[in-house]
């Protein structure tokens, strides 16, 4: 049976001359990578591992061997073909028989032959080209990294070949007609500089040295300009001669023509190529330049991945006119044995050591009396070694320069360390011209021709840089996979699995995926710092030495300081300080590599039980009241433990110990309810009830709680009481009333507790209103004896509210005159709000506007939006009814602005801007405004009192069917946009086009 396998161009199979039918796409996958192991047994979890890379099905082997077997009957039946193997199959196909192995043998013979015999080197070549039918593997290469990366060797390949043929022709004496398939191929690729060499002997051997040479300025102009680099070695030597040429010294730079030789005592260096361009090091590239100049040891440090080799490269590169022994670089990656490093050194410097001699000695010899400098890459494994060699070499060698790469200081006297960090992420207005985003679209627009940011990828291209850290290894390797994926989709696989993308193809194999990347330097720590790196991956955004030490085990901080300085010297640990409180973390690619290590060294359950443990202690040890009601005193430290907060939370839930997880979830409403966290609380909240909480009655939400009195029953009141019906709230009421009657009477959750039954009653309607507040006063005077300042002026100001929402507008004036400046309460409104609301109700406009411009100039900046729905309302009554809607733009615009938003935040706009319209005397506008805003009689808060005034004075809505829903929150904006758009046109009318604009609005600057 014959077989003819058919790789180039779309995969094609042929039995015995006829097309054979493997299935669909996935088999075609299987069967491709099946033939490109010809011979040789391919596991079934490569297979598995290759089809589905992140989400495999739930019989992945089984679906494996039934693609095997579509393929074995489309290969005729013929068992022997197709052979399953201990834990893989086998493809038994000969290499004649796979056009890829063809055409790779073909070439491989062809650039064999260059120098014996160039026309039999032409006729392989010409075979070899002549089994190209199209792009490798068209349609597949999508379905599987390793396809794609068999796809993209063979295309490489197919451009050498190219670029041998025309030597090979070269060589046979035909320059004339080389140069115009050389011009062709370079249109295409313009920096292949093997081509470009080819390019320029072809147009000398043609006669045509002017032309060559004005061909080799264009092309260093344009590696200049592009890349920043100079052309290399070699084009530079054939630019040599060809000027030797033009000025009668020279005769030809043909192929078979000797390269011009140099003075063996004068050094010109030797760096690597690169052929892409570098992105985000300009300030890096500066100010080492001005190092160099004055240290002789400098060393790049950061975590694997971030580029060092490649800046230390281009700074040589840029420098090397510097040094009349030139520049050379040591590439000590490969190397694992100490005593191989001086001796790698000296063969990258040409230095001969004939037999048995020291290489040191021979380096000092031949470097005592010359400038050079020399880069010595990938240290942090060799670290002795390389501080031992630059050690004596700089000391014997004065016009030596070293400048090394490694993940770590290599601890040598006189090193000048130099870190650098991963690339800037986008970030602000601007984030197209970010240096990851700029990498991103620069090395994927080598896999996919005319790609660019467009509005459609650009919040997806940023999630991309966001999720990889701004590392350049990981963003090269993403956008690989940005030949087959869509930004979109990849930014997804990121958000699911942080790691599926990040694998790919490199010649050196510690930078061939990103894990391998971090692990060659995990593999290079001590036991105790890899035990120490594996249970920081527990921490989220960070965490302090207390925290590590805590959750490390043992409570030795000295030993824990001492391994964290190590970890940090790796490049593996970040630092930050934060309120003079220094702070470590991970980058997010780390943490997730060591999160791995944790899971298979079987410490992961209880590290997260250290780490649930220590952070709920944490959070309980701030006094209860500070949690309940200031931002200010509990919130710093809140918010920067929001992430290992959440994650305590997790951990608790996993565990099954709702009792730890609702302390987390809502031990401190200071945070959530001031705070951009509105969305991650909700789920604690769905996962810690295991429903949405949308679902449920508010006596059920209640009723699920483990203990009630830690549920921070105001909360409930400032979130969901827009659905509170009397009934819920008696009911409620009575739950929350037993819950703390089992509380000591003098704690401070009883009182509250109480406080919010007694609320809940005054709203609902249950009691009268002079008991209600007598049971107020009562429970103000328990929070001032129990030395709770902030309860107590949270139950004072809401005695002024109970006031407010019953017309007695002088008696809040009273309740609150005197009353101190606290720190914000849970809740938004500050005491000076609901001083304001009193005031303006009570005649005092003017008293008002100073009250809420004091207020402005305190507030929490997520307050902003709300408290200038206050000052407009008070403003209006003022009679300033301009500066009042000026001031309403400035709360919407503030309102767009937020980051996060209570869903309800724009009915507050709609109940000033109602109030503004009835102040004005247009009721029926101020009733529909007010109307649409919804039921906030049953909100406990200033703005309600406003809500209730205003409603009153103004009457129903005239037309109330054709309002939105309250929680319609984008009709409710277009309202609100709508009418200030209707204002600002009739004022404009009103003044005339060319009236001079309004003057500041009240508490504007």
């Not at 396809?147 to 993209?152: D, F, I, R, S, W």
């Not at 040191?360 to 070694?385: F, G, I, K, S, Y």
């Not at 679902?695 to 059920?700: I, N, Y």
């Not at 049953?938 to 829903?965: C, S």
Request: aromatic fraction near 4%; hydrophobic fraction near 45%; glycine fraction near 10%.
């Amino acid at each position: 049976m014959a077989v003819d396998v058919r790789f180039l161009g779309g995969l094609e199979v042929r039995v015995d001359g006829s097309v054979a039918s493997l299935g669909g796409p996935q088999a075609q996958v299987v069967f491709a990578l099946l033939a490109g192991d010809a011979g040789r047994t391919v596991p079934t979890t490569k297979l598995i591992d290759e089809l589905w890379p992140s989400d495999p099905p739930g019989n992945p082997t089984g679906t494996i061997q039934t693609h095997v077997g579509t393929i074995r009957r489309g290969l005729g039946g013929e068992r022997q073909r197709l052979v399953t193997r201990e834990g893989g199959y086998m493809l038994n196909l000969g290499a004649d028989e796979i056009d890829a192995a063809t055409f790779a043998a073909l070439a491989r013979e062809g650039r064999d032959l260059l120098d014996a015999d160039p026309a039999g080197a032409q006729t392989r070549l010409d075979g070899a080209l002549a089994e190209w039918r199209g792009e490798p593997l068209v349609g597949l290469v999508a379905r599987s990294s390793h396809l794609q990366a068999e796809a993209t060797r063979l295309f490489e390949l197919r451009l050498a070949v190219l670029e041998d043929l025309a030597e090979a022709r070269l060589r046979q004496g035909r320059h004339t007609e080389v140069v115009a398939d050389l011009e062709r191929f370079l249109a295409d690729h313009p920096f292949r500089e093997r081509a470009v060499g080819l390019l320029l002997r072809a147009l000398a051997g043609a006669g045509r040295q002017t032309e060559a040479l004005t061909c080799y300025l264009d092309h260093r102009s344009r590696l200049d300009e592009e890349f920043g680099i100079a052309p290399s070695v070699e084009l530079q030597r054939i630019h040599l001669e060809l000027l030797r040429i033009e000025d009668g010294g020279g005769s030809s730079v043909g192929p078979n023509a000797p390269l011009p030789t140099r003075d063996e005592n004068v050094r010109t260096g030797r760096l690597p190529s690169f052929h892409t361009r570098l992105f985000g090091r300009e300030h890096e590239m500066e100010t080492l330049v001005g190092v160099l100049g004055r240290e002789r040891l400098i060393t790049v440090t950061g975590v694997g991945g971030a580029g060092k080799t490649r800046l230390a490269v281009e700074l040589a590169r840029h420098v090397r006119s510097e040094f009349d022994g030139g520049a050379y670089f040591v590439d000590l990656a490969p190397i694992l044995d100490a005593a191989l490093v001086a001796r790698t050194a000296a063969r990258a410097l040409d230095i001969d050591l004939g037999s048995g001699g020291d290489a040191a000695d021979a380096l000092v010899q031949a470097l005592a009396d010359q400038r050079v400098l020399m880069v010595l890459d990938n240290c942090e494994h060799l670290r002795d070694a390389c501080a031992d060699l630059a050690r004596r070499l700089l000391q014997d060698c004065s016009g030596l320069t070293v400048l090394a790469t490694s993940r770590e200081p290599l601890g040598s006297d006189g090193e000048q360390r130099w870190p650098i960090d991963p690339l800037a992420l986008p970030d602000g207005p601007d984030v197209d011209e970010s240096a990851s985003m700029k990498l991103l679209v620069d090395r994927t627009r080598a896999v996919r021709r005319g790609f660019g940011i467009t509005d459609d990828n650009r919040a997806s291209l940023v999630s991309i840089c966001r999720h990889l850290d701004g590392l350049p290894l990981a963003i090269e390797l993403v956008a690989g996979q940005l030949a087959h994926l869509s930004p979109g989709e990849a930014a997804g696989r990121l958000a699911e699995h942080p790691t599926a993308l990040l694998r790919g193809q490199r010649r050196v194999p510690r930078h061939r995926n990103l894990e391998a990347t971090i692990g060659w330097s995990y593999d290079l720590l001590s036991v105790p710092q890899r035990a120490l790196l594996r249970r920081l991956s527990v921490f989220v955004g960070g965490a302090t030495l207390e925290a590590i030490t805590s959750v490390e085990g043992g409570g030795d901080e000295l030993k824990v300081l001492e391994l964290l300085g190590s970890l940090v010297a790796a490049s593996l640990v970040t630092v930050d300080e934060v309120g003079g409180v220094t702070r470590y973390g991970l980058l997010e690619t780390i943490r997730q590599f060591a999160a791995d290590r944790l899971r298979a060294a079987g410490e992961e359950a209880s590290t997260r039980k250290a780490h649930l443990e220590h952070y709920l202690g944490d959070l309980e040890s701030i006094p209860w009241d500070q949690r309940m009601f200031s931002i200010r005193k509990a919130g710093p430290m809140l918010e920067l433990e929001f992430g290992n907060l959440g994650a305590a939370f997790r951990t608790a839930i996993a565990r099954g110990e709702r009792d730890r997880a609702a302390r987390l979830a809502i031990g401190s409403p200071a945070l959530i309810v001031s705070s951009q966290h509105w969305d991650a609380f909700d789920q604690w909240l769905t996962e810690l009830w295991n429903v949405s909480p949308a679902e449920l009655s508010l006596p059920e939400r209640v009723a699920r709680s483990v203990r009630p009195e830690h549920l921070i029953h105001h909360f409930w009141l400032e979130v969901w009481r827009i659905t509170w019906t009397a009934d819920e709230l008696q009911e409620v009421g009575s739950i929350l009333r037993a819950s703390a009657e089992r509380l000591p009477r003098s704690s401070l959750a009883r009182i509250w507790t109480e406080h919010v039954v007694g609320i809940g009653e005054l709203l609902g309607g249950t009691v009268d209103l002079d008991d209600a507040l007598e049971g107020l006063r009562g429970r103000a005077q328990a929070a001032s004896r129990a030395g709770a300042p902030l309860l107590h002026a949270a139950i004072l100001e809401d005695i002024a509210l109970a006031q407010l929402l019953t017309g007695r507008y002088e008696d809040a004036v009273a309740t609150l005159r005197g009353f101190p400046v606290f720190e914000v309460a849970v809740h938004f409104d500050k005491p000076l709000a609901t001083l304001a609301a009193a005031q303006h109700l009570a005649g005092d406009h003017e008293g008002a506007i100073r009250t809420m411009e004091r207020n402005l100039a305190s507030v929490h900046p997520g307050a902003r939006s709300l408290v200038l729905c206050f000052l407009a309302i008070v403003v209006a009554g003022a009679g300033d009814l301009d500066g009042a809607r000026d001031v309403l733009r400035r709360s919407r615009r503030e309102y767009d602005d937020l980051p996060w938003r209570h869903p309800r935040s724009i009915n507050d706009v709609l109940v000033a801007l109602g109030s503004c319209a009835v102040l004005e005397g247009r009721k029926d506008v101020g009733a529909k405004l007010l109307a649409a805003a919804g039921a906030r009689a049953n909100d406990f808060k200033p703005l309600t009192a406003y809500f209730v005034h205003y409603a009153k004075l103004a009457g129903p809505p005239t037309e109330p069917e054709e309002l939105p829903e309250p929680w319609d929150t984008e009709s409710l904006k277009v309202l609100v946009d709508n009418e200030l758009v209707r204002w600002a046109r009739e004022r404009s009318s009103a003044r005339g086009v060319d009236a001079a604009p309004p003057s500041r609005p009240p508490g504007e600057g």
